[in-house]
């Protein structure tokens, strides 16, 4: 089957090449409505598709953003993936999903990658201490903007959620529930937002003089994570009424782990998580957590990027979300 050219389109519509072009560019201001209303009826019929990468090279422009996210698997990043792209969508970009299982050198590749296909922007979600990401990116002058994951750099554009509010909401719901004995299980060390959740739990329980070290264990944002460190909560820690997870997924392992053990939830043990992605409200009991507007997160960071590519002015750098209790079934 020969392939559709532009060369068909202009013979058949009776109009040049550059004139075909110039449609599926976008560059059509000065071609009259019924001229371009027939090219695109005739590609229609042939079934053609625009090169693309040659439409890219002609308009500097490839209508297509990046997402870099560091784990696919967990549906926090799944959703704001979904939220990403309905924003990108209905201002006329697709997506190209990138998923770097937290891996630096992941990061770097995917973003030289994008790079190499024109990719007007991109969307990135660092897995760790990503500097030399943020500088690769910096380097090549492509509009990015941060989403939930903080970096300290004056010159990003960001938006993230106040972590540490959110863990204080939490540990004082506990308090004036009578709990005292409150294990907090942390994210992954390297993360800002680990350091931020971990801080807003551990001057909360100084403040009332409940504070201890033994009551502090390392997650690592995964279910197996999160059902490994439980397991290890069980064995090492004599007396305990609440587990507050950094995020959702490290507490569905724990529930798991603690009813095989006989637990009653809440009955014996309150558990809460972090981020309220949808399965939250579906597990038995429901779970009890810090929700992270994880749909505005990413519509806002998706918004945000388009206005720079767009070289708008006075494009706020910065934007914050509150999270917030959502009060269910496990506390
Ligand atoms: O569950 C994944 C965690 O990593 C979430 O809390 C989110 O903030 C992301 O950074």
Redesign the pocket.
């Known amino acids: 089957m020969k392939k559709v050219t532009i060369s068909d389109i202009a013979k058949l519509a009776g109009v040049s090449k550059a004139t075909v072009s110039m449609v599926f560019n976008n560059k059509d201001e000065n071609i009259s409505k019924e001229t371009r209303e027939r090219i695109l009826k005739i590609a229609k019929e042939l079934n053609y598709i625009p090169n693309s990468v040659a439409r890219s090279l002609a308009t500097n422009r490839s209508f297509s953003i990046g997402i870099i996210l560091p784990d696919i698997t967990?549906p926090?990043f799944s959703e704001i993936a979904r939220a990403i792209e309905d924003e990108a969508n209905s201002l006329g970009y697709n997506v190209v999903l990138c998923n770097t299982d937290n891996k630096i050198e992941k990061e770097e590749e995917y973003i030289k990658l994008l790079i190499s296909k024109l990719i007007d922007g991109i969307i990135f979600i660092a897995g760790g201490d990503s500097k030399k990401s943020i500088f690769l990116l910096k380097e090549k002058g492509i509009p990015f903007v941060l989403v939930?994951?903080y970096i300290e750099d004056k010159d990003i554009f960001g938006v993230f959620?106040k972590n540490y509010e959110g863990i204080v909401d939490g540990v004082e719901y506990l308090l004036n529930k009578g709990k005292r004995n409150i294990v907090f299980v942390k994210?992954p060390q390297k993360l800002e937002?680990s350091k931020q959740r971990f801080l807003g739990y551990k001057d909360t329980m100084q403040k009332y003089g409940l504070y201890s070290e033994e009551l502090v264990f390392q997650g690592d944002?995964t279910l197996e994570g999160g059902k490994k460190v439980t397991e290890d909560i069980i064995k090492n820690v004599k007396k305990f009424d609440s587990i507050f997870y950094s995020?959702?997924?490290m507490a569905f392992g724990g529930i798991k782990v603690l009813l095989k053990h006989g637990y009653k939830i809440p009955g014996d043990v309150n558990i809460i998580g972090?981020?309220d992605v949808q399965i939250s409200k579906f597990i038995e009991p429901e779970l009890t957590t810090i929700a992270?507007p994880i749909y505005e997160m990413g519509k806002s960071a998706c918004n945000l990027l388009i206005r720079l590519i767009n070289k708008e002015e006075n494009v706020e750098k910065i934007l914050y979300f509150r999270p917030k209790l959502i009060i269910r079934g496990t506390a």
């Open positions: 967990n926090f939930d994951r959620c994210g937002i944002f995020n959702d997924v972090f981020d992270q």
